[in-house]
């Protein structure tokens, strides 16, 4: 019997961990159920702490009381209803539904792949992945295979493509030039946690669009780098390829998909040239500036960054149904509702997550226990002195370690920021810097996380060319870009960390516990 290697060994450990968690909404349910428990236990106890911008003593409170048991009835609704990422993932999810419906995003994928050069394909690759992520799981069943077939007609081998995509899909997740559904979900979990401390902070969809957008060349330039380093070297191009039942999806646009894309563009254009004409100061051309916060004409606090959801929405339908018309994908209205009733039937799972993940959060801020840990773990964290950068080193190293036996972003994050936002305001960071460190570490082991709802698939499109593809030979082949990932995205925050530069619109770095957003 051929003895294990270690990272055989650690894969199974993972895998092994990874199984034995229940299901993320499971998860919840018993989180919430431990958080009425553990409330009467600290009510017993005794626990309680000082308020740190009030001064007011504030005490556990104890949810397995008549008076708790009449809150948890009476709200079990509302909780779940009044959730902050609800809506505006389900806003968000509809408009992109139509985009990817009427098949506007499988061509513009399509032909930023196929136009690119031979000697510029990795990185456009790369970077067709990081983009692909404002639209769900377009990049996953559609960029990686065709990657594989463009490396292929290209003379490369097909692992080498298939790996950059999948490199920028997965690993460069929280990047992207755009804003997309993720941000809004993020956002929310992250201004619920934050209102444990501040009951009027806000936390904008846009919180970490500057840094993120920054980080698409980061992380296209990394991957670039590790592919040709590390992937190309272990799979020449003139190695021999084993495929069968290669599609047409490498094939020339058509007609119809050329037209579509040109009505498509237009429609966007003109969307852009309105919504910069809403920007305009006010009072400088007739009718300018309407989306400016009409008191002050500030643009930071206006209703185009508060409407950024609407925002998304609109894009979606508008160049969606421009395409659908110029490529005769959509013939009438049933088409485009279609389109919206398609992403919305793909979220019977999310909803059931929110739910209980909603529940757990109410659940949390009820007993007081979010606002008790995060003080006293704020102390704890102040005694050890410990620098900006290395304490943001560590929560990403956490987040990334966590990733590997739990993956999804939304879930994790349900998880993590009642404690960690509020703890970390505490010290002085903004929320939003708190999750812009979050996403870093959530996406760097998507890549070699078994844990990844798509990993399964992702094997499946490797053995096509590798037949003997397993768990091992993806981890082992995405390695390099996990940790690459890891180290340069992190030197990316903490050089912005030093810099003191906003992560978004309206973003500090910093909290000022002695006033209010």
Not at 68 to 88: D, E, Q, Y
Not at 249 to 268: K, T
Not at 491 to 512: A, M, N, R
Request: aromatic share 10%; net charge neutral; no cysteine.
């Amino acid at each position: 019997m051929t003895r294990k290697s270690w990272l055989d060994r650690f894969l199974d450990v993972v895998e092994r961990g990874g199984n034995a968690l229940p299901h993320p909404a499971t998860l919840f349910a018993l989180l919430a159920l431990l958080v009425v428990v553990a409330s009467w236990f600290a009510s017993l106890a005794g626990l309680e702490v000082q308020h740190p911008t009030t001064g007011a003593t504030v005490s556990a409170v104890n949810l397995l009381s008549l008076e708790g048991l009449h809150r948890i009835l009476t709200s079990l609704v509302t909780n779940f209803t009044s959730f902050a990422p609800l809506g505006t993932v389900l806003v968000a999810l509809i408009g992109i539904g139509v985009a990817e419906h009427s098949g506007l995003i499988g061509a513009a994928l399509r032909k930023l792949v196929l136009a690119a050069p031979r000697s510029l394909l990795t990185p456009i690759v790369v970077f067709a992945g990081v983009m692909s992520n404002m639209a769900s799981e377009i990049g996953y069943v559609l960029l990686i295979p065709l990657a594989g077939l463009i490396f292929k007609s290209a003379g490369r081998h097909p692992i080498v493509g298939m790996a950059a995509a999948f490199a920028g899909v997965s690993g460069g997740y929280s990047a992207n030039l755009l804003i997309g559904t993720i941000d809004p979900l993020l956002s929310g979990l992250s201004q619920e946690a934050a209102q444990i401390v501040d009951p009027t902070y806000s936390v904008s969809p846009l919180a970490n669009w500057y840094f993120m957008a920054v980080s698409t060349p980061v992380i296209t330039l990394l991957g670039w780098f590790v592919a040709e380093r590390f992937t190309a070297p272990r799979f020449p191009d003139d190695r021999p390829i084993a495929a069968a039942g290669d599609s047409d999806l490498a094939g020339p646009l058509s007609g119809e998909e050329r037209r579509g894309l040109r009505y498509s563009g237009v429609a966007s254009l003109l969307l852009t040239i309105l919504l910069v004409w809403s920007m305009l100061p006010l009072g400088s051309l007739p009718g300018a500036g309407f989306l400016r916060n009409p008191t002050d004409g500030d643009l930071l606090k206006s209703p185009l960054l508060s409407g950024v959801v609407a925002i998304i929405f609109l894009y979606g339908v508008v160049s969606g149904i421009a395409y659908g018309i110029g490529a005769r994908t959509i013939k009438n209205d049933n088409d485009v509702i279609k389109g919206m009733s398609a992403s919305m039937a793909t979220l019977g799972g999310y909803l059931v997550l929110v739910f209980f993940a909603a529940q757990f959060v109410a659940f949390f801020n009820w007993t007081q226990l979010g606002l008790i840990f995060a003080v006293n773990g704020a102390e704890g964290l102040k005694s050890l002195g410990l620098p900006a950068i290395p304490l943001f080193a560590m929560f990403i190293l956490l987040t990334a370690t966590i990733n590997l036996l739990m993956g999804s972003a939304s879930a994790k994050w349900a998880l993590m920021a009642p404690v960690f936002v509020p703890m970390f305001m505490l010290l002085g960071y903004s929320p939003e810097l708190t999750q812009t460190a979050y996403r870093v570490g959530d996406s760097v082991t998507n890549i070699i996380s078994p844990m990844m709802s798509y990993f399964a698939l992702i094997i499946a499109f490797f053995q096509k060319y590798e037949p003997k593809t397993g768990l091992g030979t993806i981890v082992a082949v995405m390695l390099p870009y996990s940790f690459t990932f890891l180290v340069g995205w992190s030197f990316v925050f903490g050089l912005w960390l030093t810099l003191g530069l906003p992560i978004g619109p309206d973003s500090p770095l910093t909290y000022p516990a002695s006033a209010n957003k």
